[in-house]
């Protein structure tokens, strides 16, 4: 079946750590997301990326970063610049041409030990 | 003011009641509108999408209404499985290849037995 898999489910971080989260899709999509949502909040746009090799920052890109070295794949980095990381992280791809459904991934929820 | 705003609720029906959510957007050159519905620390999923002419899915009916900038989504003869947080999600298209949507807060519906 295809779909968006994230790994792991569940993330502790421990101060100064930096961690990494993983985002896998074989929908063949070309455009990939990273969302963060805190509770009482709307989804907030970390990065995005359009096309390999190519990424660009969203609302609140401090503190993490990305790649986009193959198409299926677009992990996380949450770095220790990061000072309130704690939150559930959602990944997500859309075919990237013009207004569609985004797919999401099942999420990550990342705590701070 | 927010981009996009929600009534946080919670709202909590009977089974079979009807119930309406609206959701309201500050820019009025906004192209795209959808609604997701999230169950408790899953991925959102596609609700719907919302035409200009309004559209029905089932129990489910969305309106937009340009003028006012607002969105509902109305759902009759609630069922338990209903229960979830929707979220109105708009595409604040800024024109050229980027497409940015702004996620609402949610709104929490509990349907009671």
């Known amino acids: 079946d295809g779909g968006i898999t994230q790994s792991p489910k569940y993330l502790f971080r421990k101060e100064g750590q930096n961690v990494t989260l993983s985002c896998e899709q074989n929908l063949n999509h070309d455009a990939m997301y990273w969302y963060r949502q805190d509770p009482g909040q709307g989804l907030r746009l970390i990065y995005y990326?359009?096309?390999?090799?190519?990424?660009q920052k969203g609302d609140i890109a401090e503190g993490y970063s990305v790649s986009r070295e193959k198409k299926e794949s677009f992990p996380l980095t949450v770095t220790s610049a990061q000072k309130n990381p704690t939150a559930f992280y959602l990944c997500?791809?859309?075919?990237?041409?013009?207004?569609?459904?985004?797919?999401f991934g099942s999420g990550t929820q990342l705590s701070v030990l | 003011r927010k981009e996009v705003e929600q009534d946080p609720g919670p709202f909590n029906v009977p089974e079979g009641a009807t119930v309406a959510f609206n959701c309201t957007y500050s820019?009025?050159?906004?192209?795209?509108f959808f609604w997701y519905r999230q169950d408790c620390r899953k991925e959102p999923k596609l609700l719907m999408s919302v035409y200009s002419s309004g559209n029905e899915d089932g129990r489910f009916t969305a309106q937009l209404n340009r003028a006012s900038q607002y969105i509902s989504l109305l759902i009759r003869d609630s069922k338990l499985s209903d229960s979830a947080t929707y979220l109105c999600?708009?595409?604040?298209?800024?024109?050229?290849?980027?497409?940015?949507?702004?996620f609402g807060t949610g709104t929490l519906l509990a349907v009671q037995p």
């Open positions: 820019n009025s050159a906004s192209q795209s």
């Open positions: 999600v708009v595409n604040m298209a800024y024109g050229g290849a980027t497409n940015k949507l702004i």
């Open positions: 997500a791809s859309s075919t990237g041409q013009g207004i569609e459904k985004l797919f």
């Open positions: 990326s359009q096309i390999v090799n190519d990424f």
